[in-house]
Each structure stands twice: as C-alpha cells, then as structure tokens.
C-alpha cells in the first residue's frame, strides 16, 4: 500500500483546507485510515480516524472543526479543516492499517504517507 497526501498550505486562523490522502496498491486490505499530525519539535499526535465501517473518532481538540471521510471508490480519505487555529499548524500525516488475519494469527501492519504541511496564521 502507497499513500499519498495533499491539500497542505498557507491560511488565516479562522480558515478552512482539506486534505486529501490518495491510496495505491492493494487497498482492500486497508481496514483504518487515519491522520496524524505533528508540530515543530513535538511528537505525532493521531488526530482522527475512519474505519471500513466508516466509524470515526478525533481528538477533543479538533471534534467539531474538523471532518475525516473516505471516498472508497476513489480509495481517498479526506480530513476537511474548519475553523483553523494557529495551534493546529504542523506536518500532516496519513496512515492506513492493513490488519491481514490467517487462521492461525492476525497481524496488523501500517502504512504512512508522506507529510503535508500545514500553517495557520494568527
């Protein structure tokens, strides 16, 4: 599995953006998409989260605001940003997990993206 994100940029606090993360290879195995993201000298925080089930979580900070959804057929997760913050400025990152399960064990195994960058201005 390859992913690859985009829709990073510039935007006043108060803003809104989208990001998008693309999927290749064999998707089909991917059970969770998320997005993580991660501010200058401060580790990667899992920001949400969307299931094949297209159940969702996020972090408190960003319930309300943001959105995550999936376009299966486009094999694309999407995190639209509303009401930007200038704490909300970082790399953002998608992850898939491939869960493959035998009948002996499952193993589970992740998939990162490239980063995306995002900068809010205050």
């Known amino acids: 599995v390859q992913l690859q994100a985009s829709g990073g940029g510039v935007v006043q606090a108060g803003g809104s953006l989208r990001l998008a993360c693309g999927a290749f290879g064999r998707t089909s195995d991917i059970n969770v998409m998320e997005w993580y993201r991660q501010a200058l000298g401060k580790g990667r925080e899992l920001v949400a989260s969307i299931t094949s089930d297209y159940v969702t979580d996020y972090v408190d900070s960003v319930k309300g605001r943001f959105t995550i959804s999936r376009d299966t057929a486009k094999n694309t997760v999407y995190l639209q940003m509303n009401s930007l913050k200038a704490e909300d400025t970082g790399v953002y990152y998608c992850?898939?997990?491939?869960?493959?399960?035998?009948?002996?064990?499952?193993?589970?195994?992740?998939?990162w993206g490239q980063g995306t960058l995002v900068t809010v201005s205050s």
């Open positions: 992850k898939a997990v491939v869960t493959v399960a035998t009948i002996e064990a499952k193993s589970s195994f992740d998939y």
